[in-house]
């Protein structure tokens, strides 16, 4: 048997104002699916509500189906549990949503689909849901329906029928260009290549405000030299932008508490910030660093470490407009994670 502590979501869009949530301690066969368990809490609370088909929800921020069972759930994300909505502003009524937008968005390719690309496209329902893009756009058009086009543009020969595919989700306000793919899928295929390739074809044209223009040739000066003379003063945080590096994530605080400094955890560490939209979608970008940078700085940090380089020439390149974007001064020192010296005994 297995012990799950359960945080679940309850909202009634007819009765509450604010979403609210209810704990539960479940004893639970590790061959039981998300399903049962959803309805273990409902015997015990008749106000929780889930749709009976088709049930997708969010476990610790990863979108599943509700017929996952529950090892392969502990699995991933540990014993204890946060049930959400697949997309929270989308629920009406607990786990169900109004997923009205999800057909809506098949519309845009509709007229290069036949009924099996339909199906296909019904079959990607929890992707749609998934994407971390409608955080930033709630007109978003879904990852989804990006994974359709990448297969009728592979199934059409006709030049001209791949270039009305592209235009159609190319959309200024809503389309590819707000995609920064994350899998945030709980047990689900990873579709960052088909993705990443779909976008190389497509032609996005933005451009940055006179403000920013403005702004980059006076860019701050800031401090980004790691004292290491008072490593033991500072608060240190680590951005890795992938959730499958959580060792480097936990040896870094090792290295870190060796030194005598303190680590800090801060949720967006391993969330992509906005890298990837940089040329495509430079507002979209800043607003995204910004909420990282800030997450890192809210959560005590003082210096952010980056485990990779290019992140780092980037988010000191994007700070000045990520500062902008949020209205706020982001007074971190950013530095590579090689800056760290390694040492085995703290200091005192």
Known sequence: MINLTIRAFFFNAQTDYLPYYKNFSLNVKSNQTLLEILEMIKVQ????????????????????????????????VGTEIQIDPALAYRSNNGLTLNN?????????????????????YKSLYPLHYASSS???????IGDAILVLASRLIENVEEEDKKIA??????????????????????????????????KSKVKITTKLSIMDRICNLVAKKRNNQLDTASLHEHKIALYVNNRNKKELLKSTKESVEAIGATFINFPSATR??????????????????????????????????FSEESDLVTFRAIIDSAERAMGRDIELKLVALSSLPHKTKAVA
């Open 45 to 76: 609370n008749p106000n929780f509500s889930f749709p009976t088909q088709n049930t997708i929800l969010r476990v610790n921020e990863l979108v599943t189906t509700a017929d996952e069972n529950i090892a392969t759930v502990v699995e991933k």
């Open 100 to 120: 009205s937008d999800f057909m809506q968005s098949f519309e845009i390719l509709a007229p290069f689909s036949n009924d099996e690309d339909k199906d296909f």
């Open 134 to 140: 409608f955080e930033y756009n709630r007109e978003y």
């Open 165 to 198: 595919i592209l235009e159609a989700i190319n959309d200024e306000f809503k389309g590819i260009a707000y995609c920064e793919y994350e899998n945030n899928l709980l047990n689900g295929e990873d579709y960052s290549e088909i993705i990443n390739t779909l």
């Open 272 to 305: 992509l910030a906005g890298q990837t939209l940089v040329k495509s979608n430079p507002e979209l970008a800043s607003l995204k660093a910004g909420k990282m940078l800030l997450d890192a700085l809210d959560h005590g940090a003082d210096t952010l470490l």
